[in-house]
């Protein structure tokens, strides 16, 4: 008996040691790829240069204490910087350092930066035309916020132009409301004045910097508060019956009126956790929401508790039945799901880190699925490359329910999902397309 039960031991410890065996010496797949970023979230063929240029913004009006009180409007000259990426003609050269001094209400400030691959100022490809990207910051956020994303666009051969909006400072609730108020006003008229104005330059052929600017192929970009200027420039009118939009001077409301009764030249709309549709503070009605006919592409966290995910989020989604349109969730997320990964103080103001992080989610881990889809989602609407549409058409609208089955023994080493594994999300590595949601309305989804 004793014999048989060594016997039966070794004889499994061989099994074990054949499945190892076989397990390392099986051959690879592909040479496999660096990091656990998805296909495209990662960077494109395009060295890139990075500038920064002034835009002087006419007839616009800002909103003070008294003019709160009173309707009255002050005439404001605005001037606004907005940060250009663009393909380059070489990367040789120091790369990029973004840095941001935060100014936290009643906290001393705090200094932030992202080490990027883009090189200040340098030569620009002047031989070809790329796609335009305008690029919007939520309430209170700045121009290289996200240049991860923009540096990451750029370098798959477009021209991405991030406005800093230069939100009004907070120190305090009557000024949160002041800023927040202008915000409002303010959003979709600085898209449009500077898209109007880099969208002139591009066509005199006058201004050296937009040589390389395609006219014709304009993807807008808006995070939150950016979203909201985003949708509203995109085609959808503002509706000034509920609060807080009903609070604004009516001077105020004309302008954003006339502005709206045109949508900009665009051909794809991006919009992360855009705020406007949660029925507390509704900007719009479901009809001027249909009135967007570009493609679309919403993302947002499904615990999103800024912009309300399942009453806001999900109501703009289905209601922009003029659109084909995409809608990216994060499960377990709630609003800060894009953004660089910035190092911050782990014993610093927890203010900072809740303005920044998400609670669940790595900043890198969103950066790249972001970048990801973005990036087909672009290449499809600008640049007409249809094949892209196949990292967007997911084969099961949960992506934990991907099927990718193997052999035993099998290394992949990172291979990602293409048209052999069509029961997997296409790009994602296997078992690394988790915790995420896509779904899909066209036109006639009403």
């Known amino acids: 008996m004793r014999k048989r039960t060594i016997a039966a031991m070794l004889f499994g410890t061989v099994l074990i040691g054949a499945a190892s065996a076989a397990y390392m010496a099986a051959p690879t797949v592909h040479e496999g790829k660096a990091g656990e970023a998805p296909e495209l979230g ?28 009173s309707g ?19 990367a040789d050269g120091k790369k990029a350092q973004y840095k941001h001094i935060m100014r936290p209400p009643g906290k001393d400030p705090v200094t932030i930066s992202s080490q990027g691959f883009a090189v200040p100022d340098a030569n620009a490809v002047v031989d070809q035309k790329y796609p335009l990207v305008l690029m919007s ?43 927040f108020g202008n915000v409002l006003v303010d959003r979709t008229l600085d898209q449009r004045q500077i898209l109007t ?4 330059d591009a066509q005199s052929g006058l201004q050296a910097y937009a040589a390389q600017i395609d006219a014709d192929n304009v993807g807008l970009i808006g ?25 604004i001077p009516e001077t105020a409301q004309t302008a954003m009126k006339e502005a709206s009764r045109k949508p900009l030249p665009i051909k794809s709309l991006v919009t992360f956790s855009p705020w406007g549709g949660q029925p507390d503070s509704r900007a719009w009605t479901a009809d001027s929401v249909g009135k967007i006919d570009k493609p679309v592409l919403v993302i947002a966290g499904n615990q999103d508790d800024v912009v309300n995910y ?8 289905e209601n922009m039945t003029g659109a084909d349109r995409y809608m990216l969730v994060y499960r377990e997320a709630r609003h800060n799901i894009i953004g660089n990964e910035f190092d ?16 669940v989610w790595r900043s890198d881990r969103l950066n790249a699925i972001n970048q990801h889809f973005v990036t087909a989602f672009l290449d499809m609407a600008l640049k007409g490359d249809t094949a892209k549409a196949d990292y967007l058409n997911v084969p099961t609208p949960d992506s934990n329910d991907s099927k990718w089955p193997i052999g035993f023994g099998e290394q992949l080493n990172g291979k990602m999902a293409g048209s052999k594994e069509s029961d997997h999300w296409k790009g994602f590595q296997r078992r690394w397309a988790v915790g995420l949601e896509m779904y899909r309305m066209d036109k006639s989804n009403k």
Not at 223 to 247: L, R, T
Not at 344 to 359: A, S
């Open 42 to 69: 990662r960077p494109g063929a395009y060295d890139i240069g990075t500038s920064v240029k002034k835009f002087a913004l006419e007839s616009r009006t800002t909103i003070t204490t008294w003019g709160a009180i």
């Open 72 to 90: 009255n409007l002050t005439d404001a000259n605005r001037e606004l910087s907005v940060r250009f990426w663009y393909p380059a003609e070489t």
């Open 137 to 179: 910051h939520g309430f209170g956020g700045w121009d290289t916020q996200f240049s991860n994303l923009a540096e990451q666009i750029a370098s798959h051969g477009y021209i991405v132009a991030s406005i800093d909006h230069a939100d009004r400072p907070i120190d305090g609730v009557t000024s949160f409301f002041l800023s």
């Open 197 to 200: 104005q880099i969208l002139e």
């Open 223 to 247: 995070y939150s508060m950016g979203g909201y200027g985003a949708i509203a420039s995109a085609g959808a009118p503002y509706d000034f019956a509920n609060n807080p939009m009903s609070n």
């Open 310 to 317: 399942e009453e806001g989020v999900k109501w703009l989604f």
């Open 344 to 359: 911050l103080d782990p014993d610093g103001e927890f203010t900072t880190t809740e303005f920044l992080k998400e609670p």
